[in-house]
């Protein structure tokens, strides 16, 4: 039966954002809800249960801070847990915190809209229900609605299609003919696992994308033990770093080093992992020199690694830095390249001219296809937001506001939106660091923001046009005085009128975390605060 509920928060999404959240406040004394389009919580990691989907910032860390008793009682099993040990650990959370009670599952946030004379959220969902809510909390996630892409007669295929965020893991994919599409994170982890069960496996690859040896390993039984005295301080590390995980980034440029030392430094940090190689150098996604040396030596690895030199060849990487695209986490993709029952189709030199009931069909050869995999990415940073028909302040629509590049002060708030926050937004490190800790970073701000106005009797609160704006100009000005936007990526968000906006900030999570608590001490600077009477700066 459809709902009708008044509320002090509506949450959209049950994530490692939205149950947070909705714990966080729940804490601090709001009524808040949690509306989920899946039919269960998780988000991400309910979603992405493709074959080889796993994390790549270490579980110990890659996890909630906010509960000393909860990082006691869990015990990772691997030092990058795989997709099913993280959705029962967010299923553990939400039965330990007693969530679900305050979840609708299976149901879509559709609108929402703003009504100035209440100074309260209209929302409704595709079941019919309508909350009326002070605050409207976007927890709908950075990478969570899937791209399709647009590959002629994909629709006449007649076989399976299957997108890596929208798996189904009932179809067998044993002794089948498989064409799959992408080479990202994603279809980097899926390729390798798929290829050991696969009849035939054709990759369909755009643009080769660097990728380290994972170095995953289990996690001895007491290892959580050990780690125990010092995890609080490793979080710690993790808040205040710039990529809100411990491991430090060691000092120096690679210019500096001769070149035996320089192979030495690189060599360690391949074999430390996903984020080593990045680490190796404080200056490689600053200095192109710098970075060369690092991404030469990763192409090595790649000819060391792919027997087939014409595999190798279309494998590596070029005319980007190393690290401007997300680094990929490998494990069997290198291996995969190896197998007789595994081709390498580079679509930019054999593009696909159709897709038949039963292949891909180049202009070279035709594919036997009994599925079609599609790992091939996400509307990154603001799908999720612009699926959702958002109407601020007179009307305007967030769809139509973004269509010029997505604007949010701080990456949290945005002008013309009061009472709207978005968790990890465009303008925040968001994909650009350990999400959990910044999930972690601004639930706690806006739960400390609902409090404070609380308690000065504030019923609104809307981000300063001049103050996004500044906002913006610093995001777009620190993402250019690095190497990032010499890259095509998914980073990057493109006007309507064809400019490119790169979304995530740059500045470090550390830092960022300083400017918002800043700004929250200094009475919320930047945002306009409304009183039930008065209107003050
Ligand atoms: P999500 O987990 O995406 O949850 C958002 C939820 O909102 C979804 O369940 C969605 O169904 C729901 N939703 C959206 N719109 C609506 C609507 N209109 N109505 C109702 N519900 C809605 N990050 C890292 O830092 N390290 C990693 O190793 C890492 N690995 C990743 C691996 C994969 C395969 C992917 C896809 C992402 C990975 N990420 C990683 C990023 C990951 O998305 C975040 O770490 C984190 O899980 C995001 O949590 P969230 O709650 O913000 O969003
Ligand atoms: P992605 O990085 O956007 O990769 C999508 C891939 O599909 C790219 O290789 C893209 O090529 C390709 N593609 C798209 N359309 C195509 C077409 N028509 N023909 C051929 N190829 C096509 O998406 P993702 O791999 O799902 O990863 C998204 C993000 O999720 C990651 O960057 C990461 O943040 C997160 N993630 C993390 C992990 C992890 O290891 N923890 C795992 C998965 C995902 P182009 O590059 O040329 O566009």
Same mark, same amino acid.
Request: glycine fraction near 8%; charge should be negative; proline fraction near 5%.
């Given at each position: ?5 008044? #509320? ?35 988000? %991400? ?23 000393? =008793? ?51 959220? *209209? ?12 605050? #409207? ?136 992992? %996903? ?35 014409? *595999?190798?060849?279309? #494998? ?27 081709? #390498? ?10 897709? %038949? ?104 609160? =809307? ?31 493109? %006007? ?42």
């Amino acid at each position: 039966m459809a709902e009708q509920r008044e #509320l002090d928060a509506l949450i959209v999404g049950a994530g490692f954002s939205g149950l947070y959240m909705l714990h966080k406040l729940r804490q601090d004394g709001f009524v808040a809800h949690v509306v989920e389009k899946g039919s269960g919580v998780g988000g %991400t990691w309910f979603w992405n249960r493709y074959p080889g989907a796993r994390c790549d910032v270490p579980s110990i860390e890659y996890s909630y801070s906010f509960d000393p =008793e909860l990082e006691k009682e869990w015990r990772w099993t691997e030092r990058y847990a795989a997709q099913p040990e993280i959705l029962r650990y967010l299923e553990h959370v939400a039965r330990r915190y007693d969530l679900m009670r305050d979840i609708t599952l299976e149901t879509c946030v559709t609108a929402a809209r703003w009504d100035g004379k209440s100074n309260r959220w *209209k929302v409704e969902t595709d079941k019919g229900d309508t909350f009326d809510a002070q605050f #409207l909390i976007l927890g709908t996630g950075a990478l969570s609605v899937p791209r399709m892409p647009d590959i002629p007669g994909l629709a006449s295929f007649e076989g399976t299609v299957l997108h890596s965020a929208q798996w189904d893991d009932s179809v067998d994919l044993a002794g089948k003919a498989i064409c799959h599409f992408g080479t990202g994170s994603t279809g980097i982890q899926l390729v390798g696992e798929v290829a050991k069960v696969a009849g035939q496996l054709t990759v369909f690859q755009r643009t080769p994308n660097f990728a380290v040896p994972a170095g995953n390993h289990p996690l001895p039984r007491d290892y959580l033990d050990k780690l125990l005295p010092h995890y609080r301080q490793l979080r710690e590390t993790a808040r205040t770093s710039p990529l809100g995980w411990s491991h430090p980034t060691s000092p120096g440029s690679a210019k500096e080093d001769d070149p035996e030392a320089r192979e030495q430094r690189l060599e360690q940090a391949w074999q430390a992992g %996903t984020t080593g190689l990045l680490q190796a150098y404080e200056d490689l996604l600053v200095d192109e020199q710098s970075n060369a040396y690092a991404a030469d030596f990763a192409r090595r690895k790649i000819a060391a690694l792919v027997k087939d030199p014409e *595999k190798a060849r279309k #494998l590596t990487p070029q005319g980007y830095p190393l690290g401007s695209r997300r680094m990929c986490s490998e494990t069997n993709f290198f291996d995969a390249m190896n197998r007789d029952n595994v081709a #390498l189709v580079d679509v930019r030199e054999e593009p696909v001219e159709t897709v %038949t009931a039963d292949a891909v069909v180049t202009a070279k050869a035709s594919y036997p296809a009994d599925v079609i995999i599609l790992a091939t990415g996400f509307d990154a940073c603001v799908g999720a937001i612009r699926a959702i028909d958002i109407r601020g302040r007179d009307d305007r629509a967030i769809r139509d506001e973004w269509d010029m590049g997505p604007r949010a002060y701080l990456g949290l708030a945005v002008e013309g939106f009061p009472n709207m926050f978005t968790i990890t937004g465009p303008g925040s490190p968001s994909v650009l660091s350990n999400v959990v800790v910044s999930i972690e970073q601004h639930v706690e701000w806006i739960s400390r923001c609902m409090v404070d106005m609380r308690e000065q009797g504030a019923s609104g609160i =809307e981000a300063d046009a001049a103050a996004e704006r500044a906002w913006m100009e610093h995001a777009h000005e620190v993402a250019h005085s690095t190497l990032f936007p010499k890259a095509d990526s998914w980073y990057q968000g493109v %006007t309507r009128d064809g400019r490119q906006v790169f979304m995530p900030y740059v500045g470090g999570v550390g830092a960022y975390r300083r400017k918002c608590d800043e700004i929250a001490a200094a009475g919320y600077q930047g945002f306009r605060l409304e009183h039930e009477q008065e209107e003050v700066a």
